[in-house]
């Protein structure tokens, strides 16, 4: 069972209440843009938000990867009430087959559950084998946490203890949604993604800083300039 299997349908108000989704949506979309073409993998898919916003862009086919059984469940629910013609697939990334050749993959939030360098290495081997020579990888990826000194509160998402480890601290957080949800995920610094994406098949690695949307009755232009200020997020693209 992984921390998601018991977390379920409380994680999906973060995706669309939390300030730092908002900021992660709105940059995915902008550098997606409106009109995609060819097969699309979307890795630790959860309940398929962003497997969805593919299709809609007019990807197809169109599959969703995620090691917890209980998140597939709930994007299987909602494809059949759309019929967007998605397939989700249960599977740890780091151990996925060959699904078929794919133009795109996105990763929101993937890379920080790999506990050791050599999981990282596995899922980045897994995805380089999905694409196609000319696709590329589209990832956001936590920043090194400012905790102690500091915290990501404003932008619901908070860490509450680092534990260290061998190869990479493990960071106790929480979501700050109605009833804080915590979770668990590991501190990987910059260069051991760039690494491990090299190590992986990958022989591009470009690093991109999170756009924050236009200011609108939720969420102020002084919160998003704090956020411009600390980033929870940077996004990572890479390509053979």
């Known amino acids: 069972m992984t921390q998601y299997d018991e977390i379920g349908a409380r994680y999906e108000k973060s995706k669309t209440t939390a300030a730092f989704s908002a900021v992660d949506t709105y940059s995915l979309e902008r550098e997606l843009g409106d009109e995609l073409r060819?097969?699309?993998?979307?890795?630790?898919?959860?309940?398929?938000?962003?497997?969805?916003?593919l299709a809609e862009r007019g990807a197809g086919p169109v599959r969703g990867v995620d090691v917890s059984a209980a998140m597939v469940r709930l994007a299987r629910q909602v494809e059949q009430r759309l019929g967007q013609g998605i397939e989700y697939v249960v599977s740890d990334v780091a151990a996925m087959p060959?699904?078929?050749?794919?133009?795109?993959?996105?990763?929101?939030?993937?890379?920080?559950?790999?506990?050791?360098?050599?999981?990282?290495?596995?899922?980045?081997?897994?995805?380089?084998?999905?694409?196609?020579?000319?696709?590329?990888?589209?990832?956001?990826?936590?920043?090194?946490?400012?905790?102690?000194?500091?915290?990501w509160d404003r932008f619901d998402v908070t860490v509450r203890?680092?534990?260290?480890?061998?190869?990479?601290?493990?960071?106790?957080?929480?979501?700050?949604?109605?009833e804080p949800v915590a979770f668990e995920f590991y501190e990987w610094r910059r260069e051991d993604l760039e690494q491990a994406a090299r190590d992986g098949g990958f022989g591009t690695v470009d690093w991109r800083p999170l756009a924050t949307p236009p200011a609108d009755d939720r969420f102020s232009a002084a919160l998003w300039?704090?956020?411009?200020?600390?980033?929870?997020?940077?996004?990572?693209?890479?390509?053979?």
């Open 225 to 240: 300039a704090e956020y411009r200020s600390a980033p929870v997020s940077s996004m990572m693209i890479c390509r053979p």
């Open 161 to 178: 203890a680092r534990v260290p480890a061998e190869e990479v601290p493990l960071l106790k957080a929480a979501f700050l949604l109605d």
């Open 98 to 151: 060959v699904l078929g050749v794919h133009q795109l993959a996105t990763a929101v939030y993937l890379f920080n559950y790999a506990p050791t360098r050599a999981a990282l290495r596995a899922m980045f081997g897994a995805i380089r084998a999905n694409l196609d020579h000319r696709g590329r990888l589209v990832a956001i990826a936590p920043n090194p946490s400012p905790f102690p000194e500091g915290n």
């Open 38 to 53: 060819g097969a699309a993998l979307d890795l630790a898919c959860g309940y398929g938000f962003t497997t969805r916003l």
